[in-house]
Every structure is written in structure tokens, then in C-alpha cells.
């Protein structure tokens, strides 16, 4: 694509300079008319122009034409969807951690429903909160490719080794155009990590994710439904934990209630929480809290906005728009 607008740039620069009359005559069958005029429009003249003597002008039309070619390509469709291209980096030492292809396209669909807001348990969203659920979030993932390794390490830490093949793990595929996603076999506790956007394109961005709680079909209950992965990619997208760390916490949304800390298990509706003297209904089901897969089905409209900003073109994961 890029060398067809190198192209397409050189043509328009090249024929500018020699059309140099804006009319010209042409002969014609009616014997009534032997001269005619022809209209003229000077629009494309007047850009070669531009274009020829100012190269950031060159660099903005190439970009535009890069814009238009991405939603013709469907890589930002043509509503603003964004469809970020996923690598899957699999790092097994037994075979039930060297997860199929097909366990891989669970994993994604997943992903697809819960950012769409077409997840079939979205029918469980508390009326309360229904107003200000964030729907179809614009953001969508396709898988493009899958890297393989064996490993002998049974256990990984949180120091990003499984992301470097000098320390055993795999490199990331040119990780500021592609969400790199590592699978490894066992992190104790840890169910997956994420990087943030100030990460975007750095050696160690992307999410890591054990393998018991990958996909769904062979997944460890409770959390067998793949919300790990929508969680930690909320992460990766800009989403802090709903509680915001700390006791009555930020996590920089309006709209998600203020909440005293993370909630576990599967919590009863409506549960209440009081922070600076005030009680609130709290959105224990949004995927930044840690209960279970099943107890987790919904992103706020404040949550979409602020992962939709970091995918804009001058977010900080603008690179993801690309491939
Ligand atoms: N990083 C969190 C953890 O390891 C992820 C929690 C995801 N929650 C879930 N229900 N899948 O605990
Ligand atoms: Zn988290
Ligand atoms: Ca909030």
C-alpha cells in the first residue's frame, strides 16, 4: 500500500507542472460548433502545487490517504471501530498448556462480546445501572498470528520474562502495532498482568495471561469464562480497577460509583459501600473489579470513553489503528 501512494504521490507532482492552460480546444462532429470550451477545474493543479514545494504537505496527504486506506482495509471500520490486530505468544511446557487454535478463537470472541456489549449475561445489568452501561464499545480484535515455544519453566513470575527469548519467553511482534497477548502455563496466584499505555510499542506491553484461565472449554472454574483477558486488556486500554486502588479509590470514570475496595466471589445485588459519608449501590459486575468470570458482565460508558481515546490518532495506542 504504502509504494501504490508513492506512486500515486509522484504522478500527481509530476503531471502538475505541465498543465499549463486551463482550457483547451477540441474539435467536435457538430458542424455548428468547430471551437468549444471545456471547463476547468484547477483543485488537483493547485495541490501538485503544494505538494511539489512543501514536503510536511506531502506527509499529510499520505497520511489521509493511510486514514482512508485503514477503514477501506477494515482495520478502523467505518463506523470508528477499531479492530486491533492480536498476537498470541503460547509458552508450554505440557501439552494442556500448549492451548489450541480453536481454544485461542474462544479466547478472542470472547473478547469481541464483552467489548461489543453483546455478551449473552449483559441481560443481568441491574436496571440501575443500564442507562450508563457502555454497549458496544467500538473496539474489536482479530487474531493474526500464533507463536509457539516449549519451555521446561513450570512457574513465571510478574518480571516480564516470558516476554523476552533471552530470558526463555517469547519476543513481541512490533508491539506498538500489535497487542501481544503471552500465554504461560502457571503465575501461582496470578490469574494475568497487564501493561498501560504508557508502555504502548516498549519491549515487555501487552497482557499475560496463565493458561487455566484462557478461553473458556478446559478453563479453570471460577474464572473459566475468559474475563481475565477482557480485564487485563480494559488495562491495557487505559482501565483502572474500579475501587482505584486504594480505600474509596479513583479510577478516574464519573460514572462508575466510588467503592471501598475490590469485591471477590460472586456478591449479591444491590451491595452498598459508603465512602466520604456517602452510601452508594456499588458496580461490582464491571470487569476492572475481581470477582468471578461469571459475576462480571458489563463496561461503563465512562470506561468506554477513556479506551476509546487511547485508540484515537493521537492516543497513545494510535498504532494499533495501522494493520
Ligand atoms: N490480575 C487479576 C488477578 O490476577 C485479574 C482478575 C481477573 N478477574 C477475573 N474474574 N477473571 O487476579
Ligand atoms: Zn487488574
Ligand atoms: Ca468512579
Redesign the pocket.
Known sequence: MKKNLFYLISAVVLTACNSSSETENITSDDPSSTIVERRSCPSEEIRAELLKNDPAARQRYANVEVGVQNVLDGKVLADGTVDIPVVVNVLYRTSAENLSDSRIAEQIAILNADFAGTNTDASKIPAEFSGIKAGDTKVRFHLVKTVRKSTAKTKWGTNDAMKKASSGGIDATSPSSYFNLWVVGNMGG????ATFPESAGLWNDGVVIAAP?FGKTGATSP?NLG??AT??VGHYLNLRHIWGDATCGNDLVSDTPTQTGANYGKPTYPKYNTCSGTSRSIMFMNYMD????AA?FMFSAGQKSRTQSVLTSTGARSGLRVY
Do not use: S
Open positions: 496470578i490469574l494475568g498482568y484461565y474464572y474475563r481475565t480485564h487485563e475481581y470477582v468471578d468470570d462480571m
